[in-house]
């Protein structure tokens, strides 16, 4: 068999195996050595990968923002913060109709805002905001799929990791890239509160609702939130002011929730205890699937797939606009296995001198940016979209109550929502670019 | 009486990981007052109070993002065994569902075999790895300790997490426990 | 075609060093085997792994051939860091023949015995590129600095800068957000990370390089066994001094367009005299000299690899 057939093989086994209740890392980690097995005709390439990369993986600087932000979460919700938090947003917002998952959803701009990573800001909210929205009647499927979407915008919000890299591989601006992110992240965070909106009044037995407080009680439970905010803050524009790196203020926010949670005497051994157990199992299962993803991703690009998949793609002969949405579309079927970092670094390179080369009426830097932010935004969409994407799993697998089923059901009015936000942008260039 | 054994033996694991990232948290925010804080006395802006702080050597710690990296590889190496033991890999349950008991216990059976078949090959590679990184050597880039240290942390964590996984498809396959 | 040989390094496919040097290589060398030979190449680590894996990928067969910087595995290649002491470069072909030629003499036993070297050369001149201008070493005081190994973040700590660490992707980022305020790398680099677009002052030498990187460009040698003789000598006539010589002028050549786009910008590019790299040599000499001891402690012969680096380089430097 060649190595192509090989590689386009691996898409249905590696589904038969998650449908088989495989663990997802460990389904691509199969797929990743098996096919490097056969492709390689021997053994001699993954035992060799083997023994430097799930240390490198492990030990990989930019990944370790994810126990940082996850430890941060753990202090936060077992010292009762994330519970302050809440009643801080339900006294403004949870008279209204969906009114909790929206404030998970202003959370998790709030948290995209200052981590790089989808997995990190959807697993780290989750922690928050699950167990929360859960107790205040919304269904399981709604909750985990509000968290999922929300978990997009930690990469459509600037700083993020993935614009960085596709910068540098299309010789492009980073400030410019990163300015014309926020526009689509802002409508992002807008299209899943409507997308909330809408869902609650089809489906009112999902959503609990609360009395509506007078402003008093209001303004005390936003006092009561002031030291989250501060942590907040510091880390948000100790970033935004350069005092620290993303990963480095992963570090100064698990500190300083740390410590709040020590002054305010919810501390103790037996919390610490709890929340590293907590932090334990949940860095273990994302690092578990991001080391699947290295072997499968290596694989994919051995057999050449991506590159005869986009190579097919534009030797059609159509016209720009097919060729861009084609290219959209590919990458949405693609993000279904394939996580968003590895897609990036594989295909752009092939697909960005085929845009380049066709005529949309901007500038070459115009035409790269908007390519850029209509790719990152497709590729978030794959993180949700069912039946695989890795924001649905990880966000499922912290409710265990909650079937896959309901979540699949419940998150596809914010994929719904995502492309008509898609769309819109596709339309409009100029949305995206008016701020570059 | 065994599994008492095992998970204090996935607990410890994890606990262990766990002083580490705090540790490494902790190093991190050192790291980052010194630098802003030398930054702020170069500048001028904190007068004499700056000169007295620079003459006792403030600043980064050198090589913090080396011992990030090692640390995190062990951290992550000791989180797998209490991962492991409570079962909490990502699954997806959508066409399972609906199948019989049985045949979910099955199949939850062979893949705890699996992975523990996987487990214990990326710990035998572990081993290999640390093998070439004694024998070429090779050190991190600033404060320059040797990175078979950093391996040989990790397969301690790794052996745990082997023998966690072998011992959680062993009750699956007798039938004595599901995790 | 008979043959296909996976070459695996770290940068995209249109950057310089891949594009102009290492495509050059393979197309060479598929003509010349008559297309028996095919290089598939893989840019941006597609292939797996980082950076500091890829001279194991070697080594273990996982690809065929790589390319890499020597710096990427501190402790590996000690004997290569005399190439990447201060203000030792005059011209990178100069050097980059002295490199394979002191390779050939004392390293193929040790350092590269586990790979079959196909090229070895360094870069051009290493230019500081900051938020202020720098003209004097005191002006390094307290600046946030990101150096690109370990001998000239020794340096540059030595000097009065703050060293911080971080992969170099991180530098962009670190660069826009004032993390860093300066990083230090060639011209050739700067467009690739933006960094003229992050800083506006660019601070070159005369003379001597304040610093230089060693590649390695190699192959397995299982992969390289199992060709046949004629094919063996189509990857032999390709690869080695001069292939290195080329690789090093190409790579400096490569700094001039990425200048201009500095000063197109209207950017301050300060070039120091000769007397004032002279003073910036003198501040640099105690870092050199701790470098040699270290070695000659370590036993690798410090004073006989700087000694006969030295005069390989100035026997190269034709001064064209
Ligand atoms: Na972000
Ligand atoms: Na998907």
Request: with cysteine; aromatic share 10%; charged share 15%.
């Amino acid at each position: 068999m060649s190595d192509l057939a090989l590689g386009y093989l691996s898409f249905p086994v590696l589904l038969a195996l998650i449908f088989l209740r495989a663990p997802i890392g460990l389904a691509m980690l199969l797929c990743g050595i098996g096919g490097l097995w056969l492709a390689t005709d021997g053994t001699t390439v993954f035992m060799a990968r083997l023994k430097s990369e799930v240390y490198s993986t492990f030990s990989n600087y930019s990944l370790s923002i994810i126990p940082m932000f996850l430890l941060m979460g753990q202090f936060a919700t077992h010292s009762g913060m994330s519970r302050a938090l809440f009643k801080a947003a339900e006294a403004w917002l949870g008279h209204r109709k969906g009114g909790m998952a929206m404030a998970a959803v202003g959370a998790c701009a709030g948290f995209g805002a200052i981590c790089g990573s989808s997995l990190a800001t959807a697993a780290t909210m989750s922690r928050v905001a699950l167990p929360e929205l859960r107790k205040y009647g919304y269904s399981g499927g709604f909750s985990t799929a509000t968290l999922a979407a929300g978990g997009t915008l930690g990469i459509l919000i600037p700083p993020s990791v993935i614009l960085v890299i596709y910068a540098i591989l299309t010789e492009q601006n980073i400030a410019k890239l990163f300015a014309a992110a926020i526009i689509p992240g802002i409508l992002a965070a807008l299209g899943y509160m409507i997308t909330i909106a809408i869902y609650v009044r089809l489906y009112p037995d999902q959503a609990g609702i609360k009395e509506r407080m007078p402003y008093g009680a209001r303004m005390k439970a936003f006092a009561a939130v002031w030291p989250v905010l501060l942590v907040f803050g510091l880390v948000v524009g100790g970033i935004y002011n350069g005092w620290f790196t993303p990963t480095e203020g992963a570090a100064v926010g698990a500190l300083g929730t740390g410590l709040i949670a020590l002054f305010s005497g919810t501390l103790n051994l037996g919390v610490l205890r709890d929340s590293i157990y907590e932090t334990a199992t949940g860095t273990g299962m994302i690092f578990f699937i991001v080391l699947g993803a290295a072997f499968y991703n290596g694989f994919l690009a051995l057999t050449q797939v991506p590159q005869e998949l986009s190579a097919w793609v534009t030797a059609q002969g159509f016209s720009p606009w097919t060729v861009m949405v084609m290219i959209l579309v590919f990458y949405l079927i693609l993000g279904c296995l394939m996580d968003s970092l590895s897609m990036i670094l594989l295909t752009v390179p092939i697909f960005w001198p085929v845009i380049q080369g066709l005529d949309f009426g901007m500038t070459t830097e115009e035409l790269a940016i908007w390519f850029g932010i209509m790719v990152l935004i497709v590729v978030e969409v794959g993180l949700i979209t069912p039946p695989v994407g890795m924001n649905l799993f990880i966000i499922n697998s912290m409710d265990r109550e909650t079937p896959m089923t309901a979540t699949y059901k419940s998150v596809l009015f914010f994929v719904g929502s995502d492309v008509v936000r898609v769309v819109i942008l596709l339309m409009f260039p100029a949305i995206t670019l008016v701020l570059i | 009486m065994l599994h008492k054994l095992i998970e204090k033996l996935a607990q410890g694991m994890a606990l262990l990981g766990g002083i580490v990232l705090c540790a490494l948290v902790l190093m991190v925010c050192v790291s980052v007052a010194g630098r802003e804080l030398a930054d702020a006395s170069h500048g001028g802006w904190l007068g004499g109070v700056g000169d007295w702080l620079l003459g006792l050597g403030v600043g980064p710690i050198l090589g913090d993002f080396e011992l990030v990296e090692a640390g995190m590889a062990f951290t992550i190496f000791a989180f797998l065994p209490l991962t492991q033991l409570s079962g909490a890999h990502a699954k997806v349950d959508v066409f399972t569902s609906g199948m019989r008991p049985g045949l979910n216990r099955a199949l939850g059976t062979f893949w705890s075999l699996v992975m523990a078949v996987i487990i214990v090959l990326i710990t035998w590679r572990l081993y290999a790895g640390l093998q070439d990184k004694l024998r070429y050597g090779e050190t991190t880039y600033l404060i320059q300790f040797p990175i078979w240290w950093a391996y040989a942390a990790s397969l301690f964590a790794a052996i745990v997490a082997a023998v966690v996984s072998l011992y959680c498809a062993a009750m699956r396959l007798t039938g004595q426990r599901e995790t | 075609q008979e043959v296909t040989l996976r070459l695996h390094q770290f940068l995209p496919a249109q950057s310089t060093v891949p594009a102009q040097i290492l495509d050059v290589w393979a197309d060479s060398v598929e003509a010349d085997s008559d297309g028996r030979i095919k290089v598939e190449r893989y840019p941006s680590m597609q292939l797996g792994g980082t950076p500091p894996q890829l001279i194991d990928q070697v080594i273990d067969g996982v690809a065929d051939i790589v390319w890499t910087v020597a710096g990427y595995t501190p402790g590996r290649f000690p004997q290569l860091e005399v190439f990447e002491l201060p203000f030792i470069s005059p011209d990178a072909e100069a050097t980059s023949r002295a490199y394979w030629q002191l390779a050939e003499e004392r390293m193929m036993d040790t350092d590269f015995a586990d790979f079959k070297p196909l090229g070895l050369w360094v870069h051009g001149p290493g230019v500081i590129h900051a938020n202020r201008p720098i003209t004097e070493v005191s002006d390094l005081r307290g600046l946030k600095l990101r150096a690109p190994s370990r001998t000239t973040t020794t340096l540059f700590t030595n000097l009065g800068a703050t060293s911080v660490g971080m992969p170099v992707p991180a530098v962009p980022e670190s660069l826009s957000r004032g993390v860093i305020e300066s990083a230090v790398i060639p011209w050739e680099v700067m467009p690739s990370l933006k960094v003229e677009e992050l800083v506006e002052n660019h601070t070159e030498f005369t003379g001597n390089a304040l610093y230089t990187l060693a590649f390695i460009f190699a192959m397995n040698k299982d992969s390289y066994a199992a060709l046949p003789d004629d094919l063996k000598a189509v990857i032999d006539s390709n690869s080695g001094l001069e292939f290195s010589a080329f690789a090093g002028r190409t790579q400096q050549a490569a700094d001039r367009p990425a200048r201009s786009i500095a000063e197109a910008r209207g950017n301050t590019i300060i070039t120091l005299d000769a007397d004032q790299t002279a003073a910036w040599a003198e501040a640099a000499a105690p870092t050199i000299d701790a470098w040699i001891a270290e070695a000659d402690a370590a036993g690798i012969d410090g004073t006989g690899l700087y000694r006969d680096a030295v005069a390989l380089i100035e026997a190269n430097n034709t001064g064209n």
